[in-house]
């Protein structure tokens, strides 16, 4: 009934799509077999109470770091990638430096990061660089923003070393080193109970949805409620609302997002992917070594890479149990997208002529698209 490839759907969680707008019929349900071996990171305990070794300040044998996580070690894909980031860290440090990840909400909200971070209440924290805007408005190019690059772009201009620079360099009066340090990808377009066909039937809805999607979606007329996730999830399963717009396709899929839906646009309008970082005091890294400090950078660097690697695995499985489920995993009408990317485009010319640090981000990453577009060019045939 309808055409399309396999290769969708894998474009689809990294932002790159090709095809017809209907991809369930080609989603399997076999399973791709992965190692679960993970690392223990409560062998890793903090040596004192403040979370940074008592060694840290001289020539130290060993520095453990402990780090306030915005996410659970089960997270899909970002769970582990932090496993592997552990084990990357003490391998690439012969031993020097170890992290220990402390779970969302055990030494701090997850909202309260950037001001925990800003009034040195924690000593670290590794979040999605969108909870750290408070604290540097301009970094929310590198953050996810609505109709963005893929991932893979992405995470080919985050690991320019001019980008790592800037973002290292974002936050001198909070006095903070921002490591850029894993990616966050496969957001959907929306869970829906049913199809949407046009912008009218769009104005239609009643969704959930924070942020800029939730204004975007308020623009294109949309009634728009927001809740907590899972009250959300709930108010779609019981008919309450008709839409959700929430994160990423195997984190909604485990949160129980499919059981109200018919519909999954799986084109992540509003975010296609964010930037993940390390978030150390100054004082702490100061305090580092250089190659502590170098290993650290490289540790992150791989943990880029593995984002997308796992984060395409994780969420290309979880779009196939979801078809399985009998919801049908579509591509945002093109007609849709348009308006709400003309919304979009407005708020961002707002943004160019408010904020000159964003108007610098923007063109640099405007350049590297450029000159990426040509690269490709000039490679295919």
């Known amino acids: 009934m309808y055409k399309v490839i396999v290769g969708l759907v894998v474009g689809i969680v990294i932002g790159i799509l090709f095809g017809t707008s209907v991809v369930a019929p080609r989603l399997q349900t076999e399973k791709s077999v992965r190692s679960d071996n993970q690392t223990d990171t409560e062998a890793l305990t903090p040596q004192s109470s403040h979370g940074v070794g008592t060694s840290l300040g001289g020539s130290p044998e060993s520095v453990t770091l402990s780090v ?215 004082d702490i890294w100061n305090s580092l070594t250089p190659p502590l400090q170098a290993g650290l950078e490289s540790a992150c660097h791989n943990a880029v890479s593995n984002s997308l690697k796992l984060g395409i695995e994780a969420h290309f499985d979880a779009l196939k149990s979801i078809s399985a489920d009998g919801v049908d995993v579509r591509r945002l009408p093109d007609n849709v997208a348009q308006i709400l990317e003309e919304h979009w485009s407005k708020i961002v010319a707002a943004w160019l002529q408010e904020d000159a640090q964003f108007a610098a981000e923007w063109q640099a990453l405007e350049v590297f698209t450029e000159n990426h577009e040509i690269w490709e060019e000039l490679q295919s045939r």
């Open 68 to 282: 306030s996580s915005g996410f659970s070690m089960d997270t899909p894909a970002v769970g582990k990638v932090l496993d592997i980031l552990v084990e990357d860290i003490q391998r690439i440090s012969g031993s020097k430096l170890a992290i220990s990840f402390q779970e969302p909400e055990t030494l701090v909200s997850v909202g309260e990061i950037s001001a925990a971070l800003s009034s040195q209440a924690i000593d670290a924290a590794f979040v999605s660089l969108r909870h750290l805007e408070p604290l540097a408005p301009s970094i929310r190019i590198a953050s996810g923003l609505p109709f963005g690059h893929s991932a893979q772009k992405m995470a080919l201009w985050v690991n320019q070393g001019s980008v790592r620079k800037r973002v290292n360099d974002a936050f001198p009066d909070a006095m903070i080193q921002a490591i850029p340090c894993g990616l966050e990808l496969g957001f959907t377009g929306g869970w829906f109970s049913s199809e949407i066909n046009s912008p009218t039937d769009l104005a239609d809805k009643n969704i959930h949805a924070k942020g800029l999607a939730a204004t975007l979606l308020r623009e294109a007329g949309v009634q728009v409620v927001e809740h907590p996730a899972q009250q959300a999830i709930d108010a779609l399963a019981n008919g309450t609302i008709d839409g959700l717009v929430l994160g990423p396709v195997a984190s909604d899929y485990r949160q129980g997002a499919a059981k109200g839906a018919r519909v999954l646009y799986t084109d992540g309008w509003h975010r296609r992917s964010t930037l993940l970082v390390l978030a150390l005091q100054r």
